[in-house]
């Protein structure tokens, strides 16, 4: 799959004891992302020319939102 080229916001999940609760911390944190970090921020906006993904190396999730300057 291509990712589009671009500007994203990206958020780390610290490693977790298990499967079931690294699931869990992914999903705690794009509820953050959407519900607290996008309506605090004065900076950025979401771009809807990218695309959101996850990416998972070793121990830890990051969750990247594309972003565009306000």
Request: aromatic share 16%.
């Amino acid at each position: 799959m291509d990712i589009p080229a671009g500007r994203y916001a990206v958020f780390t999940i610290k490693s977790q004891e298990t499967p079931e609760k690294v699931a869990d911390a992914v999903r705690d944190g794009w509820r953050y992302v959407f519900t607290e970090w996008l309506c605090t921020q004065k900076e950025y906006k979401i771009s809807h020319q990218g695309m959101c993904f996850e990416c998972y190396q070793g121990e830890e999730a990051y969750l990247y939102l594309p972003v565009i300057d306000l």
